[in-house]
């Protein structure tokens, strides 16, 4: 198909072009920007006026909640809820059951998704066996079927020799490691310790959970060489000691959630469990510092960190209820009001959704490295339309996704997705929706 999209404000942070111009996909690829040749006859043609033109998002931190959870979302309702939020690719975590570590799970994942014509899915693999922590899995197997990565998802890995393996052979291959820093028996809590966790009698997480775990990942770094990916600081410590490993040249880079970077524990009022996340909501000078960290290159990217929850699972007391909470409609939204409420602009708010993760994924995505998370001649044609000035309110009703639950819900929020193009097909149009 051939599709025209004019009049459109096109950004794209890879190359910091920003101009009001047209873009021409045909056969799945961008064949122009600003100037179409006058022969070029579109089968369909989009007027994005008003409108940004931007790569298509890029998250990192996705739950599809297939296999084994079907109950809390589906690959159908979780890639609509993607599309819908201009998420033209994801990355989704092992955690599923059962637990993706075999190469046959990870090729029926993806033949699912390919066969719904909507986000990309690059799945990560189990970087132990049921994610136990104590026998390394086939990696190079698992990379062959599709991973771009290994990963514990939210169980510790406690056993200091297994990771020293698992970051050896890793770094033998050129893999990389993709780990949450938490130490296993002080991360045992339900919110961050602080005033708030003593008030309300719950069991607090220190920052020191993940400053602990990130000092022991580090020197092994050193020793091993091997390529680190680190998953949703949440702490003003911890990010410092990412700009530390950073400046000493450790191959390491990071995201940060939408939730930690726009709420603190405070949020959490009377027990309220849409708030009861994986990482622990933490205090505001760790809100601030995540958010200066995300402006300054420290933190590569911003993610969603989806993870769909059913009522029943909710709808217990606090420390009993699941964390996570839906997200994947909300991210690009919640970057822009990041983007507004710090200055930093709108090329540096899509950059971490678009470019930036892309380059965390790097040789990871094969033919599609050069042009995932960008805008660019020859490349696919993964495009994000939006409307900066349109605002919507974020309410079960209006999400697509299988999981209502938010910790943003009754939140008016600035952006709305008006069409997502995966691979040069219309995935998602909304021009109307309310």
Not at 338 to 356: P, Y
Request: glycine share 10%.
């Amino acid at each position: 198909m051939k599709i025209l999209i004019k009049n459109g404000r096109v950004v794209d942070p890879a190359s910091n072009f920003d101009s009001i111009a047209s873009v021409a996909v045909a056969a799945g690829r961008i064949i122009a920007i600003g100037q179409v040749a006058p022969d070029f006859q579109a089968n369909k043609t989009i007027d994005a006026t008003g409108c940004v033109v931007a790569p298509g998002l890029v998250d990192l931190a996705a739950r599809l909640r297939e296999p084994g959870h079907e109950h809390e979302g589906m690959l159908e309702s979780e890639m609509a809820a993607a599309v819908a939020g201009g998420v033209s690719s994801l990355v989704c975590p092992p955690d599923t059951d059962p637990v993706l570590d075999e190469p046959g799970l990870v090729e029926m994942l993806k033949m699912r998704a390919e066969k719904l014509h909507q986000s990309r899915v690059f799945p990560l693999g189990a970087l132990t066996r049921n994610l136990q922590g104590e026998v390394l899995t086939e990696m190079a197997e698992l990379t062959e079927a599709g991973c771009v990565g290994f990963s514990q998802a939210e169980v510790p890995l406690s056993n200091t020799q297994v990771m020293q393996r698992a970051l050896q052979y890793a770094s033998t291959y050129g893999y990389t490691v993709w780990l949450r820093p938490q130490e296993l028996h002080l991360g045992r809590g339900v919110v961050a310790s602080g005033p708030l966790a003593t008030r309300l009698g719950l069991s607090g997480i220190p920052v020191a959970a993940e400053t602990i775990a990130l000092h022991t990942l580090f020197e092994l770094m050193r020793i091993t060489g091997a390529r680190v990916h680190l998953c949703r600081i949440s702490s003003a410590a911890g990010m410092a000691l990412v700009r530390q490993a950073k400046a000493e040249g450790l191959p390491v880079s990071c995201d940060v959630s939408i939730n930690s970077l726009h709420l603190t524990d405070t949020d959490i009022g009377y027990f309220d469990s849409r708030l009861r996340l994986n990482p622990p909501l933490r205090q505001q000078r760790d809100r601030d510092a995540l958010r200066e960290a995300l402006a300054d290159g420290t933190a590569d990217a911003l993610v969603s960190d989806h993870t769909p929850v059913d009522e029943d699972a909710k709808t217990l007391p606090f420390a009993e209820a699941e964390p996570g909470a839906t997200g994947l409609e909300l991210l690009l939204s919640l970057a822009l009001k990041w983007g507004l409420e710090s200055g930093i602009g709108l090329t540096r708010s899509l950059a971490v959704l678009t470019s930036e993760p892309a380059r965390v994924l790097g040789p990871a995505l094969g033919t599609l490295q050069a042009s995932v998370g960008q805008l660019v001649e020859g490349g696919v044609a993964d495009v994000c339309i939006f409307d900066p000035q349109a605002s919507w309110q974020a309410t079960p009703e209006a999400l697509r996704s299988q999981g209502k639950h938010t910790p943003f819900s009754g939140y008016d929020l600035p952006g709305r997705v008006r069409a997502t193009l995966v691979g040069g097909q219309v995935a998602f149009e909304g021009w109307d929706r309310s």
